[in-house]
Structures are given as C-alpha cells and as structure tokens.
C-alpha cells in the first residue's frame, strides 16, 4: 500500500491497488473470404494482325507487364489466350457469354431500395455484384468483436408490371476487408425491358460499433453465346482479386493489321528490291503510305466497298512509301525512317478525315481527281509545268502573302511516347532566327500515329520553316493549260512583274539545238533554258550560244518543241518562282473554259533543314533593287458625267504617271479634309470613283513594287468638283395605319422613275403635328417602302413624315410638304385585339396545357411499397413508385402515391382515388420539375377529377418558364366539362411574359355584405361582361349601348353638369356658373336663362 502524505495542513490521502479482474476483449477470425475472379474479353484490333510483340511481356495490367524481361512474372493465378483475327478462328474456351459490366458504386440502405432499368430486350441475364468493405460487430459491455448478419432481398419487374422476389440471401459473419459476391439474375421474355430492384432488409445501424455498409459495385449485362469473333483480334483474359483492388486497366503492346506491300518491299529492313512490276504481297508495315493504301481498299474497315485498286494511283504511293523508309538521324545518334505510322483507330469517323489523317503522318493531302483518288507528299519535287505572262489570262498573277501571326516561331508537338507506356508527351521545337524577326508565336499539333520523338520534332521544325519560308501564295487564271498540273505538283512561275524582267514566252521554232524565241530575250551563256515539249513534260537544257532572238543549247531537246510552247530561263541571279498547287478550278468565261490555279509557295531547301539542320539557301527570285521605290508623279483630278436611265451621274478621275519599278498603285482620296479613302489596287494608271458629291477633293497615290515594297505617297492639289446637284423628288403617298400595339407605315415613289438614285428614305415622327418637334424614326435603304412602328400603347398618337436622299447626298423635300404629318395611331378595334390575344393565349404551353383534359387515375391495386385489403367486391389500397434513372447526360427521379378505394355495387362500379405525381429530370441542356395532385371520384362512366399542376422548365438556350395550374373536370353522359386556372411565367421567344389564364364559361367576382346576401359585381360568361360599376380612366369603345341615363360626375339638374336619358332627354348646363341651360327631347330645343325664363324654344310643340 502506498501512503501520501499532506503537506501544508491537507488531509492525508490514502490509496490503494485495485483487485485482479477479468481477461481483456477478444476478436473473433473473419469468416467472410472472397476470391472474385474477372473474366475480360478485349477487342484489340480489326484481324488478321501479327499479334503480342513479346509474348506475355507485351500485356500490361494497371500498367505493369505480367512478365518482365528476365522471365519472372508479376502475377499469379492469371490465363492469357490471344486470337489474332484470322477468319477461321476458335472461340476463347472460358467465354460462354458476351458480358458487359458497368461500374454502380452506390450504398444499398434499408431506407431506399436501389433500382435499375434494363432496356436492352436481348439479354439472357444480369449479375449483380455486391462489396461489403467490413462486417463486424462490437460487444459494448466488453469489447469482444463478433460477426454481424445482414439479410438483402432482389426483385424483378418484367414489362413495367409488379415485383417478384427471385433471390433473398445474407451476409453473415465477419470481414475485416473487402467481401464481393455476385448473383446472377436469369431474365424471362420481356417486350420492353426489367425493372431490377435490391432491397437492404436489415435496417442499417447507424452505430460505431457496428460496422455494416453494403455497397452495389457494379452490374453485368449477359448475353449466353460463344462466339468466335472472325476477323477481329482478341485478348481473354482471368485472373482474381487478391492482386487488385477493382479491374485493372489492360493494355497490349501488338503488331496490328496485315496490309498489302510491294513484292519488291521487305518491312522488317524497309528495303526495296529491283524493279516494282505493280504486284502485292500480304505483310505487317508501319509505312504510312501502305497504310493509306490498306484502309482505301480495306472492304470491312475502310472504304474498300466504295474505292477499288484500279481508282488508287499506286505507282505515287510507291514513291511516297520510299520517302517514308528513307533513314534520317533520330537525334541520338543513330537512324530511323523518316516517317512510320502507329495508330489505333477506336472510334467511327468520317472518311475523309481518317484519310487525311493517314496522309498526314507523311505531310501529304488526299483527294478525289478525275475518278481516282490521289494522294500527295510535302517532300522534293521538280516544276512539272511553266506558268509565264505568255500563257497566264491577262498575263496576271495575284499575289497574298501569310499573316504575322501564322508565322509560328513555336511549336509543341504531342506524340505518344513508348518510354512511358506510349502515353501522350509533349515535344517543344523552336526556330531561333524566328524568335529574333517575330518573336514567340506558338502553335500546337497533334502528331498522328507518331510514337517517336525525333518524327514529332521533324513535324515540328516542318512547320516552323514553312511557316516562314512559305509566306505567300499565287492565283492566276490559263486556258486549257491547267489540265498539265493537279493539287500536290510543283510548278514554275515567270513573272516579269515579279523578277524584274522578261524570263519566260513562247517558242517561234525549234530545230535541234537552234530555238527561236518570241522576243530577244535577256539571256546569257551557261543559264538553264526550260521548255515544254510536246508529250507536256518540262525539260531543261544548258545555253550554249545566243544571237538575237535565237538561242543556241549546248544539247537538243528529247524531242523538239512545237511553235508556240512556252519557255523559261534560269541563271544564278534570277531564278523563277516555284508553288506547290493547292487546288485547280475549272469555270466558263463566255463560252470559254478558264481554270484558276491557286499554289502556296515552295521551298526546296527546308527538306534538308528538317531533316539534318542544314541552312537554307533562297533562290533569287527578282532583280528589283529592293530598299527604295520611288512614287508615281503628275497626280491630278478630273471628272466626266454619264446620263443613265434618265439620271446623271457624275464620276471623278485619279490619274498619274508611272514610277519605275512599279508592279501596282494605291490610290486614296478624300473629300472637304474628311477621313481618307482607299480605292483598290491597280496595275493601271487611273482609278475612278463612281457617284461623287459637290466638294473639294484630295488624292494621294502610292506605288508598289514586285517584293511588296511601298513607295511614299505622291499629292495631287486640292481641286473643287461639282457632282449631282439636284434633290431627288418627294414620295407621292405616306399612310399610318393602325395594327395591334403598332402603327404600319407605307409610301410610295414617283412612277418616272425620277427616284431612280434615291439611296434611302427618312422616316420622321413627333407627338405633336408640328414638324419642328419631329426626330428621325429611321432610314429604309430604297427600295424599301414600309415598315411598323411596334410596342405602342393603345391611344397613343403619332404624326409621320418623309423624305429620299440620293446617292449623292442631296436631300428632297417633305411629304407632307405643308401642315401636320400623316396621322397614326394603333388600332382601336376590339375584335383584332380578340384574335391577337386568342392566337398569342393558343400558342402559348400555359394555354395548351390548360385546356388539356385530366388523366384519369386506374390505380392497379398492387405495385411497389403496396398496402393493400379487401376482395373481389370491396377493397381499397395505397399504391406507391420510385424509380431512378441515369445514363449518358439524363437522369430522371420519379415518385408515384396513390390511395384508392373501389367497391362493386351489383352492376355500378365506385371508385374513389387520390395520386400525387412528382417527376424530377435533367438532360445535357435541359430541367425540368413537376407535380401533379389528381383527385377522382367516379360512379360507373361518370367521373368528377379536381388536379393542380406545378412544373418549373429551365435550359442552356436561356429559355426558363414556372406555371401553376387548378383544373376541375366533370364527364356525364359521354361529354367531359372543364373549368381551369393557369399562373405562368415563360421566356421561350426571347421575351418575358406573364400571364394569368381563365377558362370557363362563367367567371365572377363575388361580394358577400355580411348579411348572407351574394352580389356578383363583375361576370364574364358567354364572351360578355358585366360590371355592376366602374371607373374608367380612359377607353375607346366602338358601340355602347346605355340601359338607362349617362351624365357628367357634378351634374345637378337645371344647375350645372349635362344628362343624357334614354327617353331622348337631353340637358346640358353652362359651365361658367350662370345658371343658362339647354333641353332637348323628342320634340324639342328649349334654351333657358339663369333665373329659369324659357329664351328659345324651337320644334313641335
């Protein structure tokens, strides 16, 4: 015993060791233990394919290999079985069925049962698979953990009809971790689909001492068929849970599809043997071009049902292919081909972009031209034809170059990089000397089907030089001369314009090495001097000698070219332009077939810079002296008039003299030191501008020459011209006629013809009739002569005006020259205010709603959550529906409650019954909220329904609408009677609006005074009104009909105010006090004086 002692007076404490006790607390094993086994069948690709890369090495789960390198494994308890898509395969043995699981992950409580719709009617079953995460239980008065019982039940509802229990079960006993079990539900015959429906029977805890969640995983849709898939390339695979917490994600690394290849063509080495004679053989590749060329004629995945051999140009294939193998440096040291192609297409997509997809792993474009389908590479080519001003309409090429922003200095490239599990990576590629001249312009790309680095930094320097070599394109029109090139091909172009000097025409004659020209050419010795021969195939030979127009090669033409071909020279200081085409159009211009070529410039020295960093050369395109273009001069103005249709016309000329150098002109003027205009530029010498106005005018004009260098501008002086002076004329009518809430305004123009330049009508309107006060309405280019004045109150006045202005900005006189303007106001007429409110009231969803009749409620007496007692005669239930629905971008929440009571009285049928709908539903764009409330009560066929309806409506497109509705509905005799009232709120026409609707044949506002007596001071029934009374601010009325008097509010008789009686009587007082009076009746006019004296008297009397 240990004693404390006190200290400072404090008692002495004494204490004590307890007695011995019992054991500690005890947990019991667990005795739940699941080994859940997944079965996976995986399409990989379309068949026949080569298959794994490596065996089990080349299967990946949750992005591990089953086998590593040295051959141990990294999984137990696992079968693999690989079917490579051949068209005789077997069947997977172990895969009786076609399932297909789909994740749940919801708690399943006692408080709400979980529900599922099936819709699919070809199902054979449906397995459920339950997770219990623990099981336990914990005893509070001495810790022991013991095992816990839950008890599940599953129902079935075939075709929307009731529920049948198909499985009651339990979990009993304990689980520390993870317990799955899976139940398979057999589905009988069904027309629209189940209802699968899991009830937790145990109620849940709610207890930390107990540990009881049950979970629904997931859910199997199951279709018993062996099937053995042909021609599609699969993976089965089983293997159990211990090594994974939920199905791991599969991944192969394969060798896919089997396509067509040359016979001269080895894969493997990508090498070409000897001479290609056009035959295939069956072979993997990466290739992209075979791989272009296996899916055009591929008939199950491709367009091989559509597009045959004899429609696919193989030979450019052939030479694209060998482009694609060619070897170039992988940035590591070592080689690889220039372009391969490792894709995997998962879903369904347009032709023409899968297509141009594939040919865009070897840079290239495809198209559909003259029957066949043609596919082109951005890789070197010679000029396959010439374009000069001798063969060029007009001998005029335009000219666009490149926007600054699409002259990207930056690229980032995404590729699928095989370090990392082929997943995607990012290859950022820049172009210094692009940085310095633009700075950071950044672009981003998906590279197709590439899964090497060195490919996506090629794509990437590939874009960034042509980017910025390739800024320009050309446009220009030929004659049949642009049938000798298609999209993809390179041409040449020798523009004088453009070089500087003549480099290109026509062939006088040609025999041997002898060629005379058109014109004496600029030629020298040593150039490269270019022709067309006659099989229009460009060919080019050495200058040997020249003589006046004749020229001298230092060896003869293949064959001499015919008069009239075009030719082209070269030298090492002016070369010709060379374009890629990009699209060749054919037209008729007057009877005559034109083409318009438009080409986007080609450099041949970037291939080398892609590929091996070399530097670019460009070639000298143009001998004009680049750094100064001088101005035109002698800019001067004029004017001439032209009289058309009756109408003149008056035009001003800018003129000047040519600049040297120049290729084009830009001319600007403006008028009384106003903003300057631009006219468009022009290789000529003058511009007009049409429709002048009276003023003073200034031109400034600019030259430009072929490198787009622009000179200062050159002034003329300031000069005074007259154009049209004369106002056009005033319309002939203007009416306002009034419509619903608007006033539509019409007018006219003079039948001569002398509005003819009119350029638009004012429209001028003011409160008052003077036209002083008027603000413009708007103006209406001409010919328009109407318009409506819309959103006006009923009353409201307005006074109109018009006049025209013409294209020259004279202004004519008014209509109405002279007094108020053409009054108008909106219609007064009740009858078109009737049908307005009857079609906008019709149209609208709280009108049709409220007119619709009440669904009848035919309660089935038995259901879900059923109450239910009585027979045959007599009975009565409560009926109740849940159901939860969610897939894609919809879920739907519906609750149905009905109480019902039926009895059979010999050969009459009652029932009474009371339903609350309630329906809650989202879709991708869309809620939407309702509640319905039907009470019923019927005696054989007649029936009596009272329903209120409130729904909530909102959407993406910004439309929201509320409505509440009452309905009461009566059916006697076969004929059904309705009485309603609807509040609502919509926006579905981009306008608000509100309403509250009646419908009825009688509709009162009743007054009770206290003493039981009921007045009804306002009715409406049978489309009239009655007021007991009223007070009016304003009203227009077209017919009234007065049941006994009307007078003025201060009416006194024989003293002040008037009265009209419906006997004819009729007296009106003075209104300055004076007493005097007028009378009129029947018979008679009777004026009296202010003491009463009878003064005129006029009638019969």
């Known amino acids: 015993m240990k004693k404390l002692h006190a ?434 312009i950044k672009t981003e790309v998906t590279a197709f089907g590439c899964t090497s680095q060195a490919q996506a930094h090629r794509l990437g320097r590939w874009l960034l030089l042509t980017s910025r070599y390739e800024t320009g394109t050309v446009s220009f029109q030929v004659g049949l001369d642009g049938t000798l090139c298609a999209p993809g091909q390179v041409i040449a172009v020798a523009d004088p314009k453009k070089a500087g000097r003549r480099i290109g025409g026509r062939i006088r004659a040609a025999a041997g090495e002898t060629i005379t020209l058109d014109k004496a050419p600029t030629i020298a010795a040593g150039d490269r001097f270019t022709a067309i021969l006659p099989s229009g195939i460009a060919q080019a030979r050495v200058v040997k000698a020249v003589n006046g127009d004749t020229v001298t090669l230092a060896a003869r033409f293949d064959a001499d070219p015919v008069p009239g071909a075009v030719w082209m020279v070269e030298s090492n200081e002016l070369a010709a332009q060379q374009y890629r085409v990009v699209s060749v159009q054919e037209s008729d211009d007057n009877g005559q077939i034109v083409y318009t070529i438009n080409a986007t410039q080609y450099e041949p020295g970037k291939y080398a810079a892609i590929d091996d960093g070399a530097q670019i050369q460009q070639r000298p395109i143009t001998i004009v002296p680049p750094s100064v273009q001088p101005p035109p001069s002698n800019v001067r103005l004029s004017t001439y008039s032209v009289v058309d249709q009756g109408i003149s016309k008056t035009s001003m000329v800018i003129a000047w003299d040519a600049a040297n150098h120049a290729t084009s002109y830009v001319a600007e003027w403006r008028k009384d030191n106003g903003e300057w205009v631009r006219a468009p530029s022009t290789g000529g010498l003058q511009v007009e501008v049409p429709g002048i106005y009276q003023g003073k005018y200034l031109a400034r004009v600019r030259a430009e020459n072929a490198l787009g260098v622009t000179s200062i501008p050159a002034y003329g002086v300031d000069t005074q011209l007259t154009g049209k002076t004369t106002p056009p004329p005033s319309v002939v009518s203007l009416t306002a006629a009034g419509i619903v809430y608007g006033i539509d305004l019409k007018w006219a123009f003079p039948g001569d013809g002398s509005a003819g330049d009119t350029q638009r009508t004012e429209i001028w309107y003011s409160r008052t009739p003077n036209r002083d006060d008027a603000t413009k309405f708007s103006d209406f280019a001409y010919p328009q002569a109407s318009t409506s004045y819309q959103g006006l109150a009923v009353g409201q006045v307005f006074y109109f005006w018009a006049r025209l202005v013409d294209t020259s900005g004279n202004v004519g006189p008014w209509f109405p020259a002279k007094g108020p303007g053409v009054q108008g106001q909106p219609s007064t007429d009740q009858s078109d205010y009737e049908k307005y409110f009857a079609g906008q009231i019709g149209k609208s969803a709280l009108g049709t709603e409220l007119r619709a009749p009440i669904d009848l409620i035919t309660p089935p007496m038995a259901g879900d959550a059923t109450i239910y007692a009585g027979d045959e005669r007599l009975n009565a239930g409560v009926w109740s529906l849940q159901a939860a629905i969610a897939e894609g971008d919809m879920a739907v929440a519906k609750k149905v409650e009905t109480v019902a009571a039926q009895l059979h009285s010999g050969s009459n049928l009652l029932n009474a019954a009371v339903q609350k709908e309630t329906i809650a539903r989202v879709e991708a764009d869309r809620a939407m909220a309702q509640d319905i409330t039907t009470v019923q009560a019927q005696v054989d066929d007649n029936v009596a329904a009272v329903q209120t309806v409130a729904k909530s409506y909102a959407d993406l497109n910004g439309r929201v609408a509320a409505s509440y509705q009452i309905k009461v509905q009566t059916t006697a005799d076969g004929h059904k009677y309705m009485a309603s009232i609807g509040v609502g709120i919509d926006n579905e026409n981009g306008v608000v609006e509100s309403q509250v609707l009646v419908s009825a044949k009688r509709f009162a506002v009743i007054d009770e005074d206290g003493s039981g007596v009921i007045g009804a001071p306002f009715v409406v029934q049978g489309g009239q009104v009655f007021l007991r009374q009223a007070l009016i601010g304003a009203g227009w009325i077209t017919n009234a009909m007065i049941g006994s008097y009307i007078q003025s509010d201060n009416y006194i008789a024989g003293r002040q105010g008037w009265r009209l009686d419906k006997t004819g009587w009729f007296e009106i007082n003075a209104a300055d006090g004076s007493g005097n009076r007028l009378v009129m009746d029947g018979s008679s006019v009777r004026v009296y004086d202010g003491n009463g004296v009878l003064r005129v008297r006029m009638g019969m009397w």
């Open 7 to 440: 200290e400072r007076g404090l008692k002495r404490i004494y204490g004590a060791k307890g007695g011995g006790g019992g054991g500690g607390s005890s947990e019991s094993p667990d005795s739940l233990h699941s080994i859940a086994r997944a079965k996976v069948l995986d399409v990989i690709s379309a068949g026949p394919i080569v298959g794994l890369v490596n065996g089990l090495q080349s299967v990946y789960l949750d992005g591990t290999p089953i086998q590593n390198a040295d051959g141990s494994l990294n999984f137990q308890n696992y079968t693999v079985d690989v079917r490579t898509g051949t068209q005789d395969q077997d069947y997977i043995p172990g895969f009786p069925a076609v399932e297909r699981e789909a994740g749940v992950g919801v708690p399943l409580t006692s408080d709400a049962p979980w529900v599922r719709q099936i819709q699919n009617t070809q199902l054979t079953a449906v397995r459920v698979r339950f997770g219990v995460p623990a099981l336990q239980r914990q005893d509070t008065s001495n810790g022991n953990i013991t095992g816990y019982r839950v008890d599940y039940a599953i129902d079935l509802s075939v075709d929307g009809g009731s529920y049948t229990q198909v499985l009651a079960g339990a979990f009993d006993g304990k689980t520390t971790s993870l317990y799955e079990r899976s139940h398979r539900i057999e589905l009988p015959r069904a027309k629209n689909g189940w209802l699968i429906r899991v009830r937790r029977i145990t109620p849940n805890a709610h207890t930390a001492t107990i540990a009881d969640a049950i979970n629904i995983e997931a859910i199997t849709e199951i279709i018993d068929r062996k099937l053995r898939y042909p021609m599609t390339a699969l993976v089965g695979m089983t293997f159990d849970a211990r090594s994974f917490s939920s199905v791991p994600v599969r991944s192969y690394h394969v060798r896919g599809m089997i396509f067509r290849v040359p016979t001269n063509y080895d894969p493997e080495t990508r090498t070409y043997s000897g001479t290609w004679d056009g035959t295939f053989k069956a072979a993997w590749t990466n290739n992209p071009a075979w791989v272009y060329y296996g899916l055009l004629l591929d008939k199950l995945n491709g367009l091989g049902d559509r597009v045959d051999a004899s429609m696919v140009d193989k030979w450019a294939l052939y030479a694209i292919a060998r482009h694609c193998d060619e070897l170039v440096s992988d940035g590591k040291g070592g080689k690889e081909p220039r372009f391969t192609c490792n894709c995997v297409i998962q879903t369904k997509a347009d032709a023409f972009k899968v297509v141009q997809d594939i040919a865009s792993v070897f840079r290239g474009i495809s198209y559909w031209g003259a029957g066949s389908v043609v596919a082109s590479a951005d890789m070197p080519s010679d000029p396959v034809y010439l374009y000069t001003a001798a063969n060029v309409v007009g001998g005029s090429f335009k000219y666009v170059g490149s926007e600054r922003k699409t002259r990207y200095t930056v690229a980032l490239v995404s590729y699928n990089d095989p370090t990392n599990q082929y997943k995607q990576a990012v290859e950022a590629v820049q172009d210094d000397d692009g940085i310095a001249r633009y700075g950071v």
